[in-house]
């Protein structure tokens, strides 16, 4: 089974309004991390925001933020305020284990290309 | 946070040959670690950089095919031996910092 599943290929949004891009995630372990990652046609990968496991409070970062249910095992990411230059593929990652330990490698989804229109 | 930087940020080189890559953090970090992304796919593990020892390779990835330096904390080296067409992907260079994890620009690598 996908540790990391991203269940739309391509989105659109209109500039200055919200998106949620959707991640769900496969895993027994009970300490874990998640991430997301915006890459541009330019290939960098931008860390964006990070949710412990273990964290009380869903993650914020700006205009970025991410929608933690614990329960049902989804990490989705919210861009409010949509801006031509978040046009990029987002790509949700997860690392099992605590941060620190041995599990140090991070498991990738497909990734979801997000257009912002004008 | 940590600033990674890769040299080159591109190249196109010839089957049967050699490029080495250079990855650079602005800080000591524990970890380091170097990532492939095909064309059109996701990133995959390659290996994990260990200073002072040989690296960590994962399941399909082996060294004599990409060889890997690490002399001290803030540097690393990634070598494509023997390149094919195949290997023609984005390699990323990427590092810890706290609980999050930075990625260098990449280094886009075309073999003809």
């Known amino acids: 089974a996908q540790k990391i599943t991203q269940t739309q290929p391509g989105m659109f949004v209109q500039e200055k309004e919200a998106v949620t891009l959707d991640c769900t995630y496969d895993?027994?372990?009970?300490?874990?991390?998640l991430f997301w990652y915006k890459q541009p046609s330019s290939g960098e990968m931008i860390f964006l925001i990070y949710?412990?496991?273990?964290?009380?409070q869903n993650a914020t970062e700006g205009r970025y933020s991410l929608n933690f249910q614990k329960a049902r095992k989804s990490a989705n990411l919210v861009i409010s305020a949509s801006q031509l230059g978040d046009s990029a593929m987002y790509f949700c990652?997860?690392?099992?284990?605590?941060?620190?330990?041995?599990?140090?490698?991070?498991?990738f989804g497909k990734g979801t290309l997000l257009t912002v229109n004008p | 946070s940590a600033v990674i930087s890769q040299k080159p940020s591109r190249d196109i080189c010839q089957r049967g040959t050699s490029l080495t890559i250079q990855c650079q953090v602005d800080?000591?970090?524990?970890?380091m670690f170097w990532y492939r992304q095909q064309p059109g796919q996701s990133l995959t593990l390659i290996a994990t950089?260990?200073?002072?020892?040989?690296?960590?390779?994962e399941s399909g990835f082996v060294i004599d095919k990409f060889p890997i330096s690490r002399p001290n904390l803030t540097f690393s080296t990634l070598t494509v031996s023997n390149m094919s067409p195949e290997d023609s992907s984005i390699y990323l260079c990427?590092?810890?910092?706290?609980?999050?994890?930075?990625f260098g620009p990449g280094t886009r690598l075309t073999v003809t």
């Open positions: 990427s590092a810890t910092h706290d609980r999050e994890q930075y």
């Open positions: 895993t027994s372990d009970p300490s874990y991390g």
């Open positions: 949710q412990g496991s273990y964290d009380q």
């Open positions: 990652a997860m690392r099992e284990g605590r941060s620190g330990g041995s599990n140090y490698k991070l498991t």
């Open positions: 800080s000591q970090v524990t970890m």
């Open positions: 950089a260990n200073q002072g020892s040989e690296a960590t390779y």
